[in-house]
């Protein structure tokens, strides 16, 4: 009896470290912990804090996990090389953002206020709106109040106690490389004259991955940060394993093996929450698949992202026939895009742009997409969508700055055809 004792409270002490494994690793693995840190120690702890440009868009070196990445920034655009500072601090002062426009076909600024449950117009800023200096740079002030000398400025509540601010850069050519702006934080009384004299006396944060150089992105996959994350799980599992061998703990390989499979259950389970939680908000729409399109409203108040940024909402089932979408390609807008996604808000490899969409031969205005789960028999000669991956999810037609009156003239239309039939019609 002794020994069955003995035993079982030697299986549930390596339960308890492997479940207290699995969390660390979970936490690391997907980086939510450096994010709780950040929140939640940081201010005490300098150095924990997050200061680093990172981005919610898969397969850049810099991307959030993408279990984070749907939670920050569900249904990415993969056109958008853009950046995110998060969390940024707004008690000690306004912030200066400077730098030089990134050589792409649109960029644009956004402040998110913490808690907002939609954002407005004013705190965003694209291209055209952004007067440059002599020297081609730009200088954007967010704060409660505009100084005399800012030639730009998104304002914020006074009471606002944090933002995130977001570098748009849409269609950024591959190979070429592009800096964030240096992010200044300007004094609480500010008796800065000049540009130059706020430039000259703010030193500007010290920031990592402000550099960015564009490449073909890949699905689910975030390289660089994936991998040193990866690391640091391995380091940390070695460390407790050796610190547990030294303690004379029993069966320490054990505990070890039932932590790596505990995280990876808990971020399996993690993925099927998201899974649910965006299913459940299509499925509240009542959409009919390949026919109902939802239109957005370009006067809503609810608008989660870019008030700008509109989307016509598609769900699509490619398990038995094709999906023709036929939508406008030129109007009064800055930028389309068709993209699809599965349950969990992330994309297949495949999506059209207007630079990549071919126009239809009788109407050079217009396209025709096809959703094919056959991609054997794919040409590139068409607007083909590989959605073998994800063949039902939602599929998301965006419009960029578009005019009010364009919203509804632009509404795509959808239809189950049979397999491999390509007519426009």
Known sequence: HLSYAMMEHSWWSSFGTASLLGFLNFLIVSGAGRVILSLTLGKAFPFLKLKKWISTIPGNPTAMDPLLAVTFGAYPELNDHGSL???TDLTRGSL????FPPKCRYWSLQAFL????SHKLEQCK??????????GSYSVVIGPEKPPWARNWIPVPREAAKCSVLLRAFCVPDGVAYRAPKVRVLPTRDTLATLSAALASCEP?????????????AAHTGPGARHERLGQAVVLNAVLLGGLDLAGWRQPGIAAALGALAGLALYWCAFALVRRKFRTLIARGQLTPNVSVVVPDPRSDQLKGHPKHLYYTIQYDAT???VRIKGILRGAFAYTSVTCYGWDSLPPPQFRFDETLSA?????DRYTVFLTTRAETMRPELNEINVSAQPTGVCLVRLIYPTDEEVPRC?????????????LD
């Open 205 to 217: 944060l010290a920031l990592e991955d402000e550099e960015r150089v564009v490449g073909g992105w």
């Open 126 to 135: 694209r291209d055209t709106e952004i007067e440059l200096g002599e020297d």
């Open 96 to 99: 200066l953002l400077h730098g």
């Open 411 to 423: 509404k795509p239309v959808v239809q189950a055809v049979s397999f491999d039939d390509r007519s």
């Open 114 to 117: 913490a808690g907002a449950t």
């Open 360 to 364: 239809d031969a009788k109407d050079g």
């Open 320 to 322: 038995k026939s094709d």
């Open 85 to 87: 500072l998060p969390f």
